[in-house]
């Protein structure tokens, strides 16, 4: 499985930015696909997780009610929308995507390139 990531970039603090993320490959063998971040000096840390079928969502409680993670199963894409970020938002995020159905917050198995998301207060 490949994941390309689109969007990122720089967005004001309370303003919108959505960005992408296209799989590749033998998609059919992923259960989960999400979205993790990692800020300068800090761990990478899992923001939000969407299941291949029946589209269940998990969200860290740092962008809970701020973030919405959608997909397309046709296409084989997914987004994050990101409403009111915050200058903490700021970070690498990178999509992922994971095969087996445990923990939707760890040990995934394919990762995409990151791209910089920039929260300017």
């Known amino acids: 499985v490949q994941l390309q990531a689109y969007g990122g970039g720089l967005v004001q603090a309370g303003g919108s930015l959505r960005h992408s993320c296209a799989a590749s490959g033998r998609t059919s063998s992923t259960y989960f696909m999400g979205w993790f971040r990692q800020a300068p000096g800090k761990e990478r840390e899992f923001v939000v997780a969407v299941s291949w079928i029946g589209a269940r969502t998990y969200y860290a409680d740092s962008v809970k009610g701020r973030f919405t993670i959608s997909r397309d199963n046709a296409k084989n894409t997914m987004s994050l929308q990101m409403n009111s970020p915050k200058p903490e938002d700021t970070a690498v995020y990178y999509c992922?995507?994971?095969?087996?159905?445990?923990?939707?917050?760890?040990?995934?198995?394919?990762w995409g390139q990151g791209t910089q998301v920039t929260v300017s207060s």
């Open positions: 992922a995507a994971k095969r087996s159905i445990g923990d939707y917050a760890k040990s995934y198995d394919y």
